[in-house]
């Protein structure tokens, strides 16, 4: 009897950790789910920065669908812990069946861009790139820029705005959009 009664009270115990929550996973959803959400409720896009270079190329698979490219590099400025994300087609969160290209918010390395230096191994690169895949030509994609200074005191975001077909940029918002601060 006291053999069946440990064998039930470990498969509690086992059915018990399957169950509870990864925190660290829901905190990194989460965090997704606000950087998707802050894409959504912005209303002032740019196409260029002056602290990187962005560009991005699409191209047509073999099933007739898309894949597109966001590189970020180049950069100007030192920038730690940096997130990117973009969103096509103004999806809003709720209809997504899918997730957005993403980088820096699921992964356990934090990215990390300095001028003309790089060191791989310890997170500092050279360049970012995601990539996502769509049906529709041309894709829009609004893509969000977040980085810390050195101290991780501030806070950097900006938000850019392109249309991208398998020609390239075809189109851009407003260029007198200035990034947000925040702190």
Known sequence: MQKFETLILCGILLLGG??????????????????YTSIETNSSFAQSSL????????????????RYYIVIDNPQIAMYDIVVMAVENDIP?????????????????????I????NPD?????????????????????ILVE?????????????LQMELTPDGITSSPDPSASPEAEN
């Open 18 to 35: 399957c169950s509870s929550p990864d925190t660290s996973e829901s905190a990194a959803q989460a965090a997704y789910e606000g950087y």
């Open 51 to 66: 602290y990187y270079s962005v560009s991005a190329e699409m191209t047509e698979m073999s099933d007739s669908t898309y």
């Open 93 to 113: 969160l709720a209809s997504a069946d899918k997730m957005m290209p993403n980088i820096g918010i699921f992964d356990s390395t934090e990215y990390c861009m």
């Open 115 to 118: 001028p003309f230096q790089s």
């Open 122 to 142: 310890d997170g500092y690169v050279k360049g970012l790139v995601i990539s996502g895949e769509c049906t529709s030509n041309p894709v829009s994609l609004k």
């Open 147 to 159: 980085w810390d200074d050195r101290n991780g005191e501030n806070t950097q975001r900006e938000f």
